[in-house]
């Protein structure tokens, strides 16, 4: 064990050994494959017969009438689309760098007897190896940073410097990235007005105050993430989703979940569902009595309010007048990309490191986004301030995805074993109170959103919830990806999504006609969520108390908490 914990700590609990077999699994197979190896062997030569052809033409071309490039980037490649990097020799460099990209891709795809989650591996690696060597990267070979050096005799570059030097000084310190002071919690993020009525050793539970004369009686309970602060659905006034809903005539309550240490590493995922989820619905219950409950979950605490649901349809328990699902996976047998991070051999490293410290660190999971969108987060980041010596102006969105939680190490082994490697919770084998739960068994209306371009729950993931649960489902398809998508407030430039109701008990429609027949709209999707949770309310009456001391809950602080702003 503690071999394996000096191992993750020395690779960043990235596992060698899983990298090791996915490229003696990639290179055997392909050593065996001589009608793979010949197609290999036959595009690199037409690829230099382009690659010449366009030097020729390059070379007789005239200003106004360029050489026709020889390849171009795919559609969501944005690294040489400036017209720069169409003028010698910068045309030649990033045209070579492309063909190499296209043979890479096809070296690592398609290769006979190869496991997907190998070729994914593989594909991954190269793809990062190759991302390094990018002339986009680099001073001499980036035209964008030429010129800016020569314009402005090199201050660029000192500027770059100083950023460079301060972004250590930050990491060594532990401090949050430049700009992020800026949006502190309680100042000018997370600042709806509201009470902590509730608080355990696993979260605090927010009751917001109410704006309107009237609210729905039946109250919404949300249930973020913990891997994530609860404040991206409470970010500034003009964004939050929270004060969205308080203002129209919602009671919310929202979980705060604690930033675990080394003390809370015996928490599970048990544990979150009771003393999470059922201790929070227990005070909304208390507080707002007798009504029926709709309940939101965000990521991971979608995951959780499903799993929490079907037990509650297990048992009996009628209290949720229904569930919303922002972002959630309930199959997790096709993830995305997170999945390259999700085998054996990489659960037993983070399980060896996390027996030393009892969680996962914050640290750790941003390393793993970062690599899965390594050009947004990394490389456009290093030449922007670091080459052109332009700091990234910080916003509310970028200062909270800064505020990084841990995860306690029971609950994170059991996370990644029960859902991602076993998938336990689609295929009915999930226990909660030590029964297995079936998602079938849910029938509360669901709303269910999904992002067009995320990395982390990708949509046609969460669309499998289709034919896990003969509910009613509304389906929403918005543009932006896992956090931008989500946090998609009306008026908000360049939004549109989908969306289309399956009824309950209705046939099942697959990802791609869904996207063929369901219509499209502009704007956010966040009036429709609304309609669809008035038509479910009952009429508006008098908001209730903040609060119920009769029963058990006083108020014990003023929202945002205390757990929020643990570090």
Known sequence: MKVHAALARATSSVSPMSLLLASIDWAGHL??????????????????????????????????????????????????????????????????????????????????GVSRHHENVVSFSARQ???????????????????????????NLWRGLVNALDDLERLATGHPPAGAEDFAVGRNVAVTPGKVVLKNRLMELIQYSPTTAKVHPEPVLIVPAWIMKYYILDLSPHNSLVKYLVDQGHTVFCISWKNPGASESDLDMEAYVQSGFHAALAAVNAIVPDRKVHAAGYCLGGTLLSIANAAMARDGDERLASMTLFAAQTDFTEPGELALFIDESEVSLLEAQMAETGYLTAGQMAGAFQLLRSYDLLWSRMVGEYLMGERAPMNDLMAWNADATRMPARMHTQYLRLLFLNDDLSEGRYPVGGKPVALSDIDTPIFCVGTVTDHVAPWRSVYKLHYLIPAEITFVLTSGGHNAGIVSEPGRPRRHFQILERRAGGNYVSPDDWLAIAPQHEGSWWPQWLAWLKARSTEPLAPPALGAPQSGYPILDDAPGQYVREK
């Open 31 to 112: 050593a065996s494959s001589p009608g793979k190896r010949l197609d290999l062997a036959n595009l690199a030569l037409e690829q230099n017969r382009r690659l010449v052809r366009y030097v020729r033409e390059l070379a007789v071309a005239l200003p106004d009438s360029p050489a026709r490039e020889c390849i171009e980037p795919l559609a969501h490649d944005r690294r040489f689309a400036a017209d720069e990097w169409h003028h010698w020799p910068f045309n030649l460099m990033h045209q070579s760098f492309l063909l190499a990209d296209e043979w890479w891709q096809a070296a690592t795809h398609g290769v006979p």
């Open 129 to 155: 190896l190759l991302d390094f060597f990018s002339p986009g990267n680099y001073l001499a070979t980036n035209p964008l940073v030429v010129k800016r050096t020569t314009e402005q005799g090199g201050a």
